[in-house]
């Protein structure tokens, strides 16, 4: 039995409806959660770094996750960050992560950083609670970021010497440095390796690799290499040429290289028992069957893009260091603690667009390999096998199909790759140690295949 007074329900009513509009009008406020970026445009220099905060309200209940997509060509790393589940750089996916934690206010600052021009955008491809602005674009131009080398120690260096400027390159020695970037996930690792290199300009520092030399099947090439640095050099092309003569501080040296077939070459510094070519006097010669050839050589397999990965190691702290102090180095020790992909470190390479293999499925790459370390280097490729057509500049009969290369020490190997489905894969080495660089995981060689 009802015993309530039809004003009781009317004020019953009145007071349910009150609650509603209230509920409605009001209790949604405070369930609303938001996020924002600090900036949607970064203006940058090469070498220097950005970056951008995301901060946001979670409704202190729930957990809220963002996601970017990582351009090829831009490294990120975490900054600081508070009240987030997670934030984590994934390289393998080349992305960015976050998630709060669900105490309310949240944030988190991502550094951008990028070694070359161009504008780069993250793209945010998740976001579970309102994002404004979504994407980051960054544009890098300049030439900020760029470090003179460090002189040698105790040492007088001769100053620059044009030599005659009259072969088709012209290559100059000198003392040089490498600039290992930190690990994005543990910001350790940075710093800089003092090396010895060959450089094309006059003046310059010396660099890992060498220039590279391109060749005609067939043709003949010269090179002139100047010595601007402080002890003897020479340079010799594996299989091509055979001068090992010394060029002393301040002298030249004319080398002529006649390529009779197409093929990636190794050339060096073959003295001072392998020290001149561990602290980085190395580089490639690659040989088309003609300028700008899509065919490995003529009547061979042929391409759609071509990449060039010269990987070398060191053994800084009792190689480089010692050597350029001044010291003799004790050949019989090797170690070596540092693992470079075309003179970069893991995080770097992988960021390269030279150097990855990104394109768009179906696409066939040729990759020329040179290992001009001391150390054998089993590269093993995600995604896809790959063929082996040719080693050592010979061209093989029956191409083999593989997903691990083993590149023994001072040779070299093309292969043809195909991109074969759509994704971020990464292209490792199978010897954990050449994974790091000084310990640093993934800061040895590395390099990602990227497909559209
Ligand atoms: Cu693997």
Redesign the pocket.
């Known amino acids: 039995m009802n015993t309530a007074s039809p004003g009781q329900r009317r004020s019953a009513f009145k007071k349910l409806f009150g609650f509603l509009l209230f509920y409605f009008l009001f209790i949604p406020f405070s369930w609303a959660v938001t996020a924002s970026l600090s900036v949607d445009t970064i203006n940058i220099s090469a070498g220097e770094t950005g970056s951008f905060t995301i901060s946001g309200n979670d409704d202190g209940d729930d957990e809220f996750q963002f996601r970017w997509d990582i351009p090829a060509g831009l490294n990120v790393s975490k900054g600081g960050s508070s009240n987030l589940k997670k934030f984590e750089i994934d390289w393998e996916k080349m992305r960015i992560k976050v998630e709060s934690d669900a105490r309310g206010s949240f944030s988190a600052t991502i550094n951008v950083f990028a070694n070359n021009d161009g504008n780069f955008v993250l793209n945010n491809t998740r976001a579970e609670i309102n994002l404004n602005p979504a994407d980051v674009s960054i544009n890098v131009g300049g030439t900020g970021g760029t470090t003179a080398p460090p002189p040698d120690e105790g040492t007088t260096t001769p100053p620059p010497s044009g030599g005659t400027g009259t072969a088709d390159y012209t290559f100059y020695v000198d003392s040089g440095q490498v600039d290992i970037t930190a690990s994005p996930d543990s910001g350790n690792g940075a710093t800089s390796l003092p090396i010895w290199g060959y450089t094309d300009i006059n003046g310059g520092a010396g660099r890992i690799p060498g220039p590279v030399i391109n060749a005609v099947e067939g043709g003949t090439i010269t090179v002139e290499v100047v010595n601007n640095h402080n002890r003897d050099h020479n340079f010799v092309v594996q299989g091509v040429t055979s001068d090992t003569t010394a060029i002393p501080p301040g002298g030249s040296r004319i080398y002529t290289l006649n390529t009779p077939t197409s093929g990636v070459f190794f050339y060096r510094d073959t003295l001072a028992n392998n020290v001149n070519r561990s602290l980085g006097l190395l580089g490639a010669v690659v040989v088309r069957p003609s300028a700008g050839s899509t065919r490995a050589w003529s009547g061979g397999p042929s391409f759609d893009q071509e990449r060039l990965w010269v990987i070398n190691d060191m053994d800084v702290p009792r190689w480089n260091n010692v050597a350029i102090g001044g010291g003799n180095v004790n050949t019989g020790t090797y170690r070596p603690n540092y693992f470079l992909m075309n003179g970069m470190n893991g995080f770097q390479a992988m960021g390269d667009a030279s150097t990855n293999i990104e394109g768009t499925v179906g696409e066939t790459f040729i990759v020329r390999i040179v290992n001009a370390g001391q150390y054998d280097q089993s590269l093993?490729f995600?995604s896809n096998h790959f063929r082996v057509i040719s080693r050592n500049g010979n061209r093989l009969g029956n191409f083999e199909w593989q997903d691990t290369i083993n590149v023994k020490a001072g040779s070299t190997a093309m292969v043809l790759y195909q991109l074969n489905q759509p994704g971020h894969y990464?292209m490792?080495v199978h010897t954990a140690q050449m994974e790091t660089g000084n310990g640093v995981y993934l800061n040895g060689t590395a390099a990602m295949i990227i497909a559209h």
């Open positions: 093993h995600h990464p490792h």
